[in-house]
């Protein structure tokens, strides 16, 4: 080993408990550990750098100078399948720990000295080195706070009532008060007592001690010694609610017992920590119903994506996506460096760029022998696939669902990541590839009486499409038996969804109350187009699953009928009246409408609802909603002022003033507080969640038209025919339950014409037919032909 003046600086730190380490996977690509070269770990600011063919190790030091890296090799250990077992002494609960399955080999490089093993008993060396080794990584640092983000403090941790004040000595806090176990102690925040906890996943022995006191005390909270950190948290246990909590007051509470909590140190893993664990070894077969094996492929455009947790909402839309060309040509660019940025791992272009090698270049396909994903020798072997954690960690964060481990709804996903990608940075040439899915919904008003006319145009990247139900009597007139439903087809859905009705409103011109007939229709289309088959319905306030199949075919289908000719020869525009009452006039957003609509809540309701909220946004008219359900009127027909819109009814001024010292504007806090019922602290939220709401400008609006871009987005050329891409099905009752995979139409090499893959997580497969699963698809993406 050679020593290097870069060693002996001071700036040289282990990482704190706060900073993420990048140890497992490159920053800028998903080379890892496990690769040949292995992979750098910056010990200036521990970003991750790959030392293979892309070296992205060394472009960090280019771009940034830090001369001192830890360079990490991971290599599998050889099972010896002849050795004997080993005479088990004792039951226990035992899991493989990282140094039961590899073997890790590090070394200190200085790109500045050109030193590729640096002496690491030099200077503060040593520390640092072991800091990194022994930090959390990101990965699961992220996972552990997406968890322990579920938890909330409950009455007996925030009413907690403690004995006599007295000091704990050290020596009483390092055994079990009823046993010897010097591991997994939980400290009775009531009274002082001691207790071992039960046996864990993860190794850990317990007998149970400290649940044998509460039972017998009726003491309800409890705090794992092991688990405590300097900086305020650990894990607590609420007996009474049988629930892992929170407690705000921590740090006074161990202070009555004379212990200070910033003098601790975590020297257990806590409870979430092992339950990530457990939920990352849960499998999902690949076998169909007949038991017939499916046969994997690997290739470019053929890379699986690992589970995460709960993550087959995220991998089923980015597998669709990615597998377009308009996602392909804005970030697949091997040949160009990455973007620069000092922290990759959180830059949106980075890990786009990132996800899309990922997948497309296909150096991460290919069938692994090591993976242990298949619990049987005969099951064929898949690839290992990617784990996209920084890109789930980075569109998650600030998000109220997707920041979470819990399962979501794959739409809303899809629709989170176009907003994204529309607020990112597209430099020219390159374009935005969310704009090959805008195309313009209009609706169609007309009297009643004197046939006059308005229309309005909303710009939209997806449509959602109600699917009939049509119940069909139970098999063998079992009324116990599943509920049945005849098959749709997709154009009559879409028929269903454009199809004329009649709605009350007064007309300004005439002054008639017979109502107008009211129409959506399609005034462009666009290239890409995806559309989401509601089969839901409300049942006790709960979104049900319908299982109703919806007959598409392979074929290209033509949309032509659902084409709007806009404003048509001799038809007369309706006035716009400045004293009309604009409820007479007001038309909900088609969209938030009909997503509110398939929930179960009556158009009167709705109408309102999306009038209060700004008219663009269904989850703001729905918290709006439940916020105003017992109202009186709440079935009665609103009539604000005249010229008043929803956002525009009175607030608290107080509110508004308090919004505007945050550099919000009048009007958006006014439609902040309007969509979230006058509470602060979720307009806020609600201002930063929707950036692109702005207040309508009344001089860019005509009589025949709302307020859409002139840049024309679509088509509104015929014939208008579009051939079924991808889809993405679901299995499980509820959108928050189940699992979801993809399907998607590609030309695999060796074969003639396009076959269907299916993306199970990293397992992926060619399937011959996929007729019984498009009927029940959720999203089914189209493209122009």
Known sequence: MASCLHATSQD??????????????????????????????????????????????????????????????RSRKKVQRDEPPQKISKIAIAAETEDDIYDTATRVICYACANDNVDVSTGNLGAVVEGVMQAMTYSKREEVKAWEQEFT??????????????????????????????????????????????????????????????????????????????DGTADIYCYKCNEERVDPELAAHLAHWGINLAGREKTEKSLMEMQVEHNLKWDFSMKTEDGHELIPIFGPGFTGL??????????????????????????????????????????FETQMQKLADGLLSGRYSWA?????????????????????????HLVGRGHEEFSTMRQQDSFEFLTHVFKLVNRSKHPGPLVNPVDSFNFIMEQRLQCLQCKRVRYKEDKQDNVSIPVP???????????????????????????????????????????SKDGF?????????????????????????????????????????????????????????????????????????????????SMGFPNVRIEKALLMTGNSDAEAAMNWLFAHMDDPDIDEPFKPKPGVTGHEVEQD??????????????????????????DVNRAIDWVFSHPDITEPDDSQESASFGGVDSKPEGFDSKPARYQLRSIVCHKGSSVHAGHYVAFVRKAIPGQEGLSWVMFNDEKVVQVDDIQEMKKFAYLYFFSRV
């Open 517 to 597: 007939s009211k129409r959506s229709s399609f005034r462009t289309l666009p290239q890409e187009l995806i559309v989401n088959a509601r089969r839901f319905e409300l049942i006790n306030w709960v979104p049900t699953k319908l299982d109703i199949p919806v007959e598409v075919s392979d074929e290209p289908l033509d949309f032509s009928p659902y084409l709007s000719p806009g404003l048509k020869e001799g038809e007369e525009l309706l006035p716009e009246s400045e004293n009309a009452d604009p409820s007479d006039s007001f038309v909900p957003d088609q969209a938030a409408a009909e997503q509110l609509s």
């Open 153 to 230: 403090p409950c009455e007996h941790t925030l009413c907690l009532e403690q004995h006599e004040q007295k000091q704990i000595e050290s020596k009483e806090l390092s055994q079990c008060s009823m046993c010897d176990l010097k591991e997994n102690l939980w400290l009775c925040l009531e009274c002082g007592n001691l207790g071992c906890g039960r046996s864990q996943f993860g190794g850990m022995g317990g007998n149970s001690h400290a649940l044998a006191h509460a039972d017998s005390s009726s003491h309800g909270v409890a705090v794992k010694l092991g688990s405590i950190t300097a």
């Open 12 to 73: 040289l730190r282990p990482p704190s408990q706060s900073q993420s380490v990048y140890r497992e996977d490159c920053t800028q690509c998903f080379d890892s550990i496990d690769d040949q070269a292995g992979l750098n770990v910056c010990l200036t600011c521990f970003n991750g750098g790959c030392t293979g063919e892309r070296d992205h190790a060394s472009l960090h030091f280019n771009r940034f100078g830090h001369p001192l890296v830890l360079n990490i090799k």
């Open 653 to 678: 001024p107080a509110s508004v003033a308090m919004l505007e010292e945050m550099g919000i504007d009048v009007t958006r806090a006014r439609m902040a507080l309007a969509a979230t019922d006058g």
């Open 306 to 347: 690992r589970n995460l947790g709960n993550s087959c909402y995220l991998s089923s839309v980015v597998q669709c996506i990615f597998d377009l060309p308009e996602f392909q040509r804005r970030y697949y660019h091997v040949e160009k460096e990455p973007p620069y940025s000092q922290t990759p791992a959180e830059d």
């Open 368 to 392: 692994d022998s090591d993976n242990t994903t298949s619990p049987h020798p005969s099951e064929p072997v898949h690839q290992k696939g990617i784990a996209p954690t920084m890109f789930k």
């Open 469 to 511: 139900a049509h119940r069909l009597p139970p098999a063998d007139n079992d009324p116990n038996g599943p509920t049945r439903f005849h098959p749709v087809t997709l154009l009559e859905c879409l028929s269903a969804c454009t199809a004329e009705e009649v709605v009350e409103l007064s007309c300004p011109a005439c002054g």
